[in-house]
């Protein structure tokens, strides 16, 4: 009977060794810890929206006119701008002025009263109504077009400031490289072509 048990024994003793050879199951690499979710007041805001650039600002001066020359210390400038703006304004008064009175004049030569007479300064000394009509259209024509330089002008002076306020942030010290240089230019149906290459480096400030 001993003898039974023992050879029991020794045939379940290999599976037992196994069973607590077995090593542990390991945790699921997939899972997740899950993080505390933090609350509002300790959550980051987000940033401030940036401020204007400095063209932006430039053109908000500019506005004024002069202004975006103010803005970007080309004070020289100021005098060009209002001097231009001077010049067309003038021209827009001179011939509206001269349009008024012609059409003045050519409305009283064609109004069919004989008692209304052309008084104009200018207007009166010519003498058919025709030359009259094509006088006011003229000086009707010139006044338009000052007005679309006035206009222009205008435009141009802010444009000026915010391509100014753009090329402020280049360098523009000595350092700038203007290189001319032999190249080849590749063509796909010919031999290539010897040329010249004209490079010019700018620096933008950091």
């Not at 506005?63 to 020359?69: A, E, I």
């Not at 052309?118 to 030359?131: E, H, M, V, Y």
């Amino acid at each position: 009977m001993n003898r039974r048990l023992l050879l029991v024994l020794v045939c379940l003793l290999p599976g037992l060794r196994a069973v607590a050879q077995q090593p542990a199951a390991a945790p699921d690499s997939a899972a997740v810890r899950a993080l505390p979710v933090a609350p509002d007041s300790a959550r980051p805001t987000p940033a401030d929206p940036p401020g204007l650039s400095r063209p932006a600002k430039a053109a908000l001066w500019g506005l004024l006119p002069g202004g975006g020359q103010v803005y970007n210390r080309d004070y020289w400038k100021v005098p060009l701008v209002y001097a231009a703006l001077g010049g067309v304004g003038y021209s827009v008064l001179f011939n509206h002025q001269r349009y008024q009175e012609f059409a003045e004049g050519y409305r009283l030569r064609t109004d069919g009263d004989d008692a209304t007479t052309d008084a104009g300064l200018r207007s009166a000394a010519f003498s058919t109504d025709d030359n009259v009509k094509r006088a006011r259209e003229f000086y009707r024509r010139n006044r338009d077009l000052s007005i679309i330089g006035a206009v222009a002008v205008y435009g141009l002076s802010i444009a000026e400031a915010v391509v100014d306020a753009h090329l402020a942030t280049f360098d523009v010290n000595d350092d700038l490289s203007l290189r001319l240089a032999p190249t080849v230019v590749p063509h796909p149906t010919a031999p290539p072509t010897p040329a010249l290459s004209l490079t010019l480096s700018l620096n933008r400030i950091r």
